[in-house]
């Protein structure tokens, strides 16, 4: 079946030339923003890598300065990629999925080329010695790291303020943030700055970024992409992922990302279903779960786009069903005990010794202070808090009262889930609860921490979920990009993903925030 | 168990810092144990969830053992491991005196 059984009665949609025409074009210049139309152009050779990179290159000189989406570009590597892969296609022989695409990296995950900081002082200068698997995997397909981008300190933020190499600021609006901790990702990807770009989802890292700068955000399943060479904040959570121009791009990328890896021991053995292939058929019928717990303290433009969307699935023949999700507002609760706990014992590795700052300072005479001055010296505010947060939630007469009761809740929630989803095939609901907010203008770390009410309760559960581009808030000045968010069952990655594609394909091409001029 | 959140004093900041091996500074430590206590104040919502016999979920998946084969691999030089040491000496990570130096 094809997608058009499924878009009865929608024929007035612009959506069937989707992001394959000129909607996928970005209107400030000839180079497509998406990686599909892209890697399609440079396989045709209506481009060249070469040319592509370039392009990127010049793109990434004008917007870097005021943006800070990235922490360091690899101009002469790429270029290098880049000639081989054109000499490639020259000569008819095979290349990759991804031949020639340039992409970002997150700099919480590990590539040989450049260093690895994770946006903090505390990895400064540090250099792996080794590639993530997904890096590999990337590569191995032809796409080519242009990259490193800028983070909340070890992914430990909303709004990319706390990055040791300044704040990112958002594309749309550069008085406002690009939502974190994959901000500099997800900038880039706003920017035309990249094909696409990797991010880490821990606790909705991929998702609200992705939202706040109008394009898509996808965290898989847990345990469905290694997390080797992802510098580990919450083993039990974390989850890499591709944060692209379209729904298209996302599910290439993590076909070529997705799968089991004997190096990392916690990937999934189950087999990666093939979902690039089956992306364009909408499911005749499913059925979309609306929590009535999604629905208040939004920003009016969110709630908007949610309904919106409810619109959408119905006119296209979905089933729209009510669930109860009651245990929604204490996932932000159940995240700081379990992420924090998670990340002290993590971050108890970089103590100066091995790789990693070392204090210089003369009162660290011993191995203690050597210890404490490094850390101290070397992580920024919001780490140390959540290593003391996490340290006291595990120590001794405090274990059972927070951690193992924040795991009990954690089965919980995930039973919540199993239940909701036994009546429809997907969650709709926001991604974030409002629109970009101006950087300097949340500094209550509580606060901030619920930025993430929609999002860390698919990790809690190990769950997948997307968020797409759902319009624009226009009551702030320039308007900002708002996102909805669609949550499916573990490993119900490719119902999941048509679902998302039949969404995007009735929106048309992605939009494009103009260049700052500042 | 009590709904609220037992206060934390300025010493138990101190000892969770020396736990955490984090140096913060004497007069950073109030700010901090305000931090934590707005904190630990919202978390105490989960002590009114009844949570009696439910196994603790410590991890999305049920996997157990995972091991791979027991075959020789290359690994990394040691001059690729060395590249991250802050202080070497020859093929050695230098550190400060161990015996008799740990205080805590």
Known sequence: MTSMNGMNGMTSMNGMNGMNGMNGMNSMNNMPGDLVTLRDQIQRRDTTACAAIDHVLEQIASSNPSINAYHEVFAEEARAAATHIDALIAAGKPTGPLAGVPIAVKDNIATRLGRTTCSSRILENYRSPFDATVVDRLTRAGAIVIG????????????????????????????????????????AVAANLCAAALGSDTGGSIRQPASLCGIVGFKPSYGRVSRYGLVAFGSSLDQIGPITHSVRD?????????????????????????????????????????????RSGNDAAVDAAVARAV???????????????????????????????????????????????RT?????????????????????????????????????????????????????????????????????????????????GMTDPLAMYMCDVYTVNTNIAGICGISLPAGFDTTTGRPLPVGIQLQAQAFAEPILLKIAR????????????????? | MSAEPTPLTIEEVRHVAKLARLAIAPERLPAMQAELMAILGHIAQLQSIKTDGLEPMAHP???????????????????????????TEGEFIAVPKVLGGESS
């Open chain 1, 148 to 187: 490193k981008t800028n983070l909340d300190e070890f992914a430990m933020g909303s709004s990319c303020e706390k990055c040791a190499w300044g704040a990112v600021r958002n594309p749309w609006d550069t008085t406002r943030v690009p939502g974190g901790s994959s901000g500099g990702s997800a900038a």
């Open chain 1, 250 to 294: 996302a599910a290439l990328l993590y076909q070529c990302m997705a799968g089991d890896d004997p190096l990392d021991s916690t990937s999934a053995p189950q087999l990666v279903e093939d979902v690039t292939s089956t992306l364009e058929e909408t499911p005749r019928s499913f059925r979309v779960g609306l929590p009535k717990q999604y």
């Open chain 1, 311 to 357: 619109d959408f699935f119905r006119a296209m023949g979905a089933t729209i069903v009510d669930v109860d999700l009651p245990l929604t507002d204490v996932g932000i609760s159940t995240y700081y005990v379990i992420a924090p706990a998670e990340a002290s014992s993590n971050l108890a590795r970089f103590d100066g010794i091995r790789y990693g700052h």
């Open chain 1, 360 to 440: 210089t300072s003369k009162t660290a005479s011993d191995l203690f202070e050597l210890y404490a001055q490094s850390r101290a010296e070397g992580f920024g505010p919001e780490v140390q808090r959540r290593i003391m947060l996490g340290t006291y939630v595990l120590s001794a007469g405090y274990y059972d009262a927070y951690y193992r009761r924040a795991l009990q809740i954690r089965r919980l929630i995930k039973q919540e889930f199993d239940k909701a989803f036994e009546s429809c095939d997907v969650i709709l609901g926001p991604t974030s609860p409002t629109a970009a907010f101006k950087i300097g």
């Open chain 1, 502 to 518: 039949a969404y995007e394909r009735a929106q048309g091409g992605r939009e494009y925030p103009t260049p700052s001029t500042d």
């Open chain 2, 61 to 87: 998946l049920t996997l157990v053992n995972r091991l791979r084969d027991d075959v020789e691999q290359t690994g990394m030089s040691t001059a690729e491991i060395l590249r991250n040491a802050p202080a």
